[in-house]
């Protein structure tokens, strides 16, 4: 146990409460002490530099504050009056308003010779100068507990009256997380004199319900809190604390199991069993082999979510049917609450082999008609009209991958893993246990007898879920992923239920975050446009469904997605709006292209080739006539005719480097263009006064701009 520094003006606060939301408890801690130091900082009362300790345990949120000290300094403060036209009269003496003015300051007449006179804007104003004498501990401790208690992060407030006989003046019954009991205020080892939540502060808390040695525990001082809580109340009051601790138990626990067992990792999980106990003892339980006949998903889930266990993996990541308790309490014999611990998770389990067993005796084919009485959504119809429309687009996509005839294979798993994906909603395990849509109908495909390619593909169809999620393992599966993704997407823009702020129901977001990629890190061939236009032709028959928001808004809220991906992994704004402006269409190819253009902007003639880009594009722009025609014999000027058989050894070579997929290479060679383009712009009169003239040297520009242009969007690098 770390103590805090040894100082005699660190402050101690503490709410002794019922039990709190454990999954709210760290946040609840944390934002109780940082808004109680940055109060005091604020008033003076405590350094910028003073250490700050957050305490949260079930039962209590405190925090331990270094160099606090008992009173803030004086300040001087400098308050404007008025301007001195409105102040004085004509003979310097002070008019009404100024003696009312500083009447409403403490002040009186005496005070007008000591004014001071500065000037503020165009005008002399006249200025009061004062002390304002700085805060005492109690009143500031007072304000600062009342902002803290105020801007707690509480998920659910609770109204209680206060106990019979600790009621103060005004006070009858307060709203707070949960009822509080006790509150504590140490500065060194003098008590403060605040008051909260119907409480007067005093120096007793109270340690565990049961092992406490003794209760209440008397506080000496702020510095000995955690210990006297450990040692007196047998509590670990740190929560960072006590996770290392539960994580140093469970892993030791494993060890002791042997086999090369492990604990199951989730920092949820530990975060929510840390806040449940206030001095942790890991038991090691077991249930029957049995059960073990049962996918390890579904016991898994069920320990973590109902009991709040760590299951044990073995050195292959299989469940053995050992797993670890985390009590609350230490008796001299663990054997009664091992016992209770193991009889209470043996119907759970039995509960989930039923369902399983349950399950297998009919197929998922079979289970496909059910999916439409389950409503997807009120526009959109039933889950087992989406199915169809997912089935379609799987269908479309993998015919575009197709590269040779055994691809038609792909194309068939693909729309019978699509037509499958869904039927394990409407199982009981499934049911039971949402999060397991997906695991278990690629557990249900193999015992149907089904393609391992088919099954892992109704499992994947999922992926990725979340930020860092793997991909699915296999075409088939990537196929089934777009499909249902865009299917989503598509939909629900074509409606016109678009994320709005921080509301997106439907996680449209994601499932784009989750499409791009796809297409990115699998290098797919496949263009986004003709994406989003197959999806778009399943929604054909929905009334109102608009397929411009299906399409060209989805595509540029996509590529919006990617653009701040792609900022997010360093690339600058303007290098990202160069790659995605043209909108490209095989997004595989974006970390191609914005590569190349990062090379290119370190050129030395990147910045004046994207400077002429500019200038030519507003050339253009105002010459809607022009084409990309160049005669020779048009050419008069010596730099038009440098620049056109500059580019013609130029832009042969730069243009077979792009076909040959090697961009960085085309837009270097394209580089060498800087000297006859400057020359060009220095020399030769565009829109010349002669009709052909002009025009020629117009199709000059645009089948240079045309060139330039098509890795990217050079103009948008120009400053």
């Known amino acids: 146990m770390t103590t805090p520094m040894n100082n005699k003006n660190s402050l101690l606060v503490e709410l002794f409460v019922e039990e709190l939301p454990p ?125 803290a208690i105020a801007k707690l992060p509480i ?94 138990q469970l892993a030791a626990a494993a060890v002791k ?42 016991l898994i889930l069920t320990m973590k979510a109902n009991q709040k266990y760590f299951p044990l993996l073995d050195a292959q990541a299989r469940l053995t049917n050992k797993f670890l308790v985390v009590s609350n309490i230490s008796p001299d014999d663990a054997s009664a609450v091992i016992q209770g611990n193991e009889r209470v998770v043996r119907p759970r389990l039995a509960d989930a082999k039923f369902f399983f067993d349950q399950d297998r005796k009919k197929s998922l084919a079979s289970r496909v008609e059910s999916l439409g009485k389950v409503v997807y959504h009120n526009k959109l119809g039933t889950q087992g009209e989406r199915v169809q429309r997912v089935m379609h687009i799987a269908r479309a996509i993998a015919e575009r991958l197709a590269e040779k005839p055994g691809d038609a294979k792909v194309a068939a798993q693909a729309t019978q893993a699509a037509q499958l994906a869904k039927a394990d909603l409407v199982t009981d395990m499934v049911g039971e246990f949402p999060e397991l849509q997906g695991t278990m109908g690629r557990y249900y ?50 409606i016109g239920n678009l994320p709005t702020g921080d509301r997106d129901p439907f996680a449209l977001r994601r499932h784009a975050l989750g499409v791009l990629r796809m297409l990115i890190e699998k290098d797919l061939a496949l263009g986004l446009d003709a994406l989003l236009q197959d999806a778009a032709a399943q929604f054909k028959d929905i009334a109102g469904f608009d397929s411009g928001k299906a399409t060209v808004e989805l595509r540029d ?79 008069q000027e010596p730099a038009e005719k440098a620049l056109h058989a500059a580019m013609a050894k130029v832009v042969p070579a730069a ?31 565009v829109n010349a006064e002669q009709a052909d003239l002009r025009l020629n040297r117009l199709g000059l520009l645009m089948s240079l701009h045309a060139a330039m242009n098509r890795v990217a969007q050079l103009e948008r690098l120009a400053v």
Request: charged share 20%; aromatic share 4%; glycine share 8%.
């Open 655 to 685: 243009n077979a480097q792009f076909e040959a997929g090697d961009y960085t290479a085309s837009l270097q060679t394209l580089a060498a263009l800087r000297e006859p383009v400057d020359a060009f712009f220095d020399g030769v009169m």
């Open 557 to 635: 809220f996509i590529l919006d997605r990617l653009a701040g991906s792609l900022r997010e992994q360093g690339a600058s704004a303007q290098e990202v709006d160069a790659v995605l402006a043209p909108l490209p269409q095989r997004l595989g190819e974006v970390p191609k292209l914005l590569a190349a253009v990062r090379a290119f902007a370190a050129l030395p003639a990147a910045a004046a080739l994207a400077a002429a880009n500019k200038r030519i594009g507003n050339i253009l722009k105002k010459a809607p006539e022009a084409d990309a025609h160049v005669s020779e014999l048009l050419l």
């Open 257 to 298: 199991v042997g086999g090369g067992s492990v604990p199951i990792h989730d920092d949820a999980l530990l975060d929510e069993v840390t806040a449940l106990v206030e001095r942790p003892n890991v038991l090691v339980c077991s249930f029957e082999r049995e059960f073990l006949e049962v996918p390890q998903e579904c």
């Open 445 to 494: 495909a193999l015992h149907d007898g089904l393609d391992a390619a088919v099954a892992d593909a109704i499992e994947d169809h999922y992926k990725p879920r979340f930020a860092g999620d793997e991909l699915p393992r296999n075409t088939v599966g990537l196929v089934v992923a777009l499909a249902d993704k865009l299917e989503t997407l598509v939909g629900m823009f074509g």
């Open 23 to 147: 999954k709210a408890l760290k946040k609840l801690g944390d934002a109780f002490a940082g808004v109680l130091r940055d109060q005091l900082v604020a008033q003076g009362l405590a350094e910028a530099g003073s250490v700050l300790t957050a305490y949260a345990s079930p039962r209590r949120l405190a925090a331990h504050l270094t160099h606090v000290a008992e009173g803030a300094a004086d300040k001087a403060v400098s308050q404007k009056l008025m301007p001195v036209a409105v102040g004085l009269d004509a003979s310097g003496q002070p008019t009404p308003a100024l003696l009312k003015r500083l009447g409403a300051l403490g002040a009186d007449a005496s005070a007008v010779p000591g004014l001071k006179r500065a000037m503020d804007g165009k005008a002399e104003a006249l200025f009061y100068e004062s002390t304002a004498k700085g805060a005492t501990l109690a009143e500031g401790l007072q304000k600062a507990l009342a902002e």
């Open 155 to 248: 998920p659910k407030v609770m109204s209680y009256q206060l106990e019979s006989g600790c009621e103060l003046p005004g006070w009858s019954s307060v709203s707070f997380v949960r009822p509080a009991h006790g509150l504590v205020a140490l500065h060194g080892d003098t008590v403060v004199p605040i008051e909260a939540l119907g409480l007067q502060a005093g120096r007793e808390t109270h340690g565990h319900r049961f092992e406490a040695a003794v209760d209440p525990v008397v506080l000496r001082d702020a510095n000995s809190y955690a210990l006297q809580l450990q040692d007196e109340g047998a509590v670990i009051a740190s929560f960072e604390a006590r996770r290392a601790e539960i994580a140093r």
